[in-house]
C-alpha cells in the first residue's frame, strides 16, 4: 500500500518485476530477457498542442512536461520515446528524478505522484525513420519502424500520460495477450 497525504491510500502495482514494460511488449525473438535501460534525452516544459490538449482533457494553455528518452536492450537502442504529461499532476518532477529512477515512469508515478496508471490505449502502425529517430536509433534514415502512440489511463478514466514510442523490431516483436 502507497500512502499519500490528502490523497488516501492506494494499492501498489508497478513492482520490479512487471512494471519496466507494462504496456508496451517489445519481445526478442529468441525470447531471452534483455537488459533493459534507459537514457534521458529531454526534458522540457512546454505549452499542450491541440492534438496533445484533446487526448489528454486539458486546454492548450495548459503546461505539460515534454520527456525524450532512448530505452536500450542490452545496450542497443530500440525505442525513442517522446511522453507529454499534464505538469499539475507531476509537481516537483525534475529530470534528475527521472534519472534517479532509472526511467522507470509508470513506478515514478505511482510512488512518488500517487497516480496508478490503470489501462492504456494505443496505435500501432508502421512508418519510416525520420532524421531524428534514424540518428537516435542508430539506422538509416526511412528504414521502417513500429510506431506505437499510447495514452494511459488513471482512475475515472482520466488520461494521464499521453506517450509515442518509434522502436525497432528488426530483432523484435511486439507481443500482446488478447481474452
Known amino acids: 500500500l502507497i500512502r499519500r497525504q490528502g490523497k488516501g491510500t492506494f494499492v501498489s502495482t508497478h513492482n520490479e ?6 504496456f508496451l511488449r517489445l519481445t526478442e525473438e529468441s525470447g531471452k530477457k534483455e ?3 534507459n537514457m534521458l534525452i529531454s526534458f522540457e516544459k512546454e505549452k499542450a498542442s491541440n ?4 487526448a489528454l482533457a486539458v486546454n492548450t494553455s495548459s503546461t505539460l512536461i515534454s520527456i525524450k528518452r532512448l530505452l536500450t536492450f542490452n545496450g542497443k537502442p530500440l525505442i525513442l520515446d517522446f511522453i507529454k504529461i499534464p505538469a ?6 525534475s529530470a534528475e528524478k527521472v534519472i534517479e529512477k532509472k526511467g522507470s515512469m509508470y513506478r515514478m508515478y505511482e510512488t512518488d505522484f500517487g497516480i496508478q496508471m490503470l489501462h492504456a490505449d494505443e496505435k500501432i502502425k508502421a512508418v519510416a525513420a525520420n532524421k531524428e529517430s534514424s540518428l537516435m536509433l542508430d539506422v538509416s534514415e526511412n528504414s521502417p519502424l513500429l510506431s506505437v502512440e499510447r495514452l494511459s489511463y488513471t482512475y475515472d478514466e482520466k488520461p494521464i500520460e499521453w506517450r509515442l514510442g518509434f522502436c525497432l523490431t528488426l530483432d523484435h516483436y511486439y507481443k500482446t495477450e488478447l481474452e
Open 35 to 37: 537488459k533493459l535501460e
Open 51 to 54: 492534438y496533445i490538449a484533446k
Open 17 to 22: 518485476e512487471n512494471i519496466q514494460l507494462r
Open 88 to 93: 499539475i499532476s507531476f509537481r516537483g518532477l
